[in-house]
């Protein structure tokens, strides 16, 4: 499709103030840039008093576990992002073989509400998807939990060198089927019971390629600077590779006051020649699975077993209670320390009833949007809380999808967004059918609705910026990201007065308003609000 956007005032994501001009648009590139541009035959966008913007680029989104069903991406596309960075967290749909399936249908299906088709390896699950078409660009990383459940499974211990030759080698096939790097999930299974020296191994080798490793770190609470970040600068320093923080956070109350540090150990880590870059997302609240963050894995080997017979279920309650305590206690004030732990035991029920927030369940949908202690209160009205809740993951097959208050905007979200260093991610589901956090609905809008036109926290053209270029520039995308002559014609116009994000905790799939036009590889994806049903996103392979 040939196209003529006239009017618009171009903001092109360098950073650069913005100016008014017409962009000529031939097959999939911007052909040319200037005022009073004029062509027979090109389809005419008027784009007077809208903002004509890169593509946004979410630089940590989980569309792929869904990508297949729901292709055309509305909930990202509908907000201005042209491409999805997925293959996050250390879970992903490739590579996969009996051991993953098996880890998969037990635990990560159970935890995130979703059926999933894995894929042996990551050129299969490719072309599978070009097959079907989609609606999005996609880069994809290589996610080193199922790297390592391809070769032990769930085992806790160290891998030993034969398996980790294995290892190197399935991530060297997926780096050339081109993928951009490698993901953990060092809360989650089985990134948590991989120890640092092993993700550095594997990291040498996606250096070879160039490749990122990319963190979802694991501490975003009172240990942040130590088991957090600490452990992303020695990978990154050690195995001489370039990296990147996940949702960047100070994920508890008690860790707010640390954003400052946060920031200086980063700044200080780069002036030391460490390449490292984040991303977050605009929220207060966190979202994560219910069972995923309280059980341990033993208890998804036998799952309703376990959560029923009286003894198994003493050992998880008394298993739960000692994970949160070495978790919090240790940064916790010496005078909260020194309380009696069944008196932290009550205090911790209270709070998790009044600020956890139930986002989806597989059953009782009524209860979405309701608080943890009132949605047991509804469900289990004659039992104690404990045992309710025990009763609850049960009954709902452990698929349940919370939030929770970690994050402060005032203490520390602003204080992040700011920095020249962090880039926009939604951490995202491509969902349809069933409620979730509305970061998947509304993050890029809410920037550009909250951070900069009410709260003018950054410029619009920084906050462009940081949605365009940087995450093009950190994945070494170097035709996207800019509005720039022979540049890929990935573009979103958009009024800057009426943009806004409309999704809530309690409906998160609520399309935002303001996005006018969503133009992919140069074909109109959404025109005046709506999708048109275009599917002409591509599969973005590292060059290296």
């Known amino acids: 499709m040939n196209l003529l956007i006239k009017n618009g005032f171009i903001v092109d994501g360098t950073g ?30 008027d784009a007077s008093n809208k903002v004509v913007a890169p593509g946004f680029i979410d630089m940590h989104n989980h569309g792929d576990f869904t990508i297949l069903e729901v292709n055309k991406a509305e909930p990202t596309i509908r907000q201005g992002i042209t491409t999805l960075v997925i293959g996050m967290c250390g879970l992903g749909m490739a590579p996969a073989n009996e051991k ?6 037990n635990y990560v299906t159970k935890i995130f509400t979703l059926g999933m088709q894995l894929f042996d390896t990551l050129q299969d699950y490719m072309a599978e998807i070009e097959k079907k078409g989609v609606s999005s660009n996609l880069v994809f990383f290589v996610p080193q939990g199922n790297v390592r459940a391809c070769v032990l499974g769930m085992e806790d211990r160290p891998a030993t060198q034969k398996e980790m030759e294995k290892m190197k080698e399935i991530i060297r096939k997926d780096m050339d ?43 975003e ?25 996940s949702h960047l956070k100070a994920g508890s109350s008690f860790a707010w006051k640390k954003t400052p540090e946060i920031i200086n150990l980063i700044r200080s880590a780069q002036k030391e020649g460490i390449y490292i870059h984040a991303d977050l997302y605009p929220y207060e609240e966190s979202s994560t699975s219910l069972s995923g963050a309280l ?24 298993e739960t209670f000692e994970l949160i305590f070495s978790t919090f206690l240790p940064d916790m004030p010496f005078v909260i320390r020194l309380i009696p732990k069944l008196i932290i035991k009550k205090i911790i029920i209270s709070v998790v009833k009044k600020y956890m927030r139930i986002i989806s369940v597989l059953n009782n949908h009524h209860i979405e949007g309701k608080f943890l202690g009132e949605a047991i209160k509804i469900l289990y ?55 979730t956090h509305p970061r998947s609905y509304g993050t890029f809008p809410r920037i550009l609705s909250r951070y900069v036109r009410e709260k003018n926290i950054v410029s619009l053209e920084e906050a ?67 999708h048109l049903g275009t599917l002409r996103g591509e599969i973005l392979k590292h060059k290296k």
């Not at 409906?507 to 036009?517: E, L």
């Open 295 to 318: 059980l341990k894995p033993w208890v998804y080997e036998e799952f309703e077993g376990n959560l029923t017979n009286p003894e198994t279920r003493k050992r998880i309650i008394d």
């Open 464 to 530: 462009i910026r940081k949605m365009t270029s940087l995450p093009a520039s950190i994945l070494d995308l170097n035709d996207r990201g800019i509005v720039k002559p022979n540049y890929k014609a990935d573009i979103v116009i958009f009024d800057p007065e009426t943009i806004q994000d409309k999704a809530t905790y309690e409906n998160g799939r609520q399309y935002p308003i303001g996005i006018d036009y969503v133009i992919v590889n140069g074909e109109i994806t959404v025109e005046k609000g709506k």
């Open 100 to 105: 993953v399936r098996k880890y998969y249908s």
């Open 16 to 45: 650069s103030p913005g100016y008014e001009a017409d962009i000529l648009i031939q097959d999939d590139k911007i052909k040319k840039i200037g005022t009073n541009l004029k062509e027979n035959g090109f389809k005419v966008i």
């Open 381 to 435: 009205p004659k039992k104690k809380f404990v045992e309710a809740l025990l009763d609850f993951i049960r009954d709902e097959k452990g698929s349940i999808m919370i939030t929770f208050k970690q994050m402060s905007e005032q203490k520390s979200i602003l204080q992040l967004f700011e920095q020249e260093f962090v880039c926009v991610g939604s951490d995202g589901f491509l969902v349809v059918d069933f409620n």
């Open 177 to 219: 089927a081109g993928a951009f790097g490698l993901s953990t999930g060092l809360i989650y299974p089985p990134g948590s019971i991989t120890q640092t020296e092993e993700i550095i191994e594997l990291c040498k080798i996606v250096n070879e390629y160039d490749g990122i490793y990319d963190s979802h770190m694991r501490n």
């Open 221 to 245: 609470g009172t240990g942040i600077l130590e088991e957090g970040i600490g452990e992303v600068i020695k990978i990154a320093k050690v195995s001489n590779i370039r990296a990147h923080i």
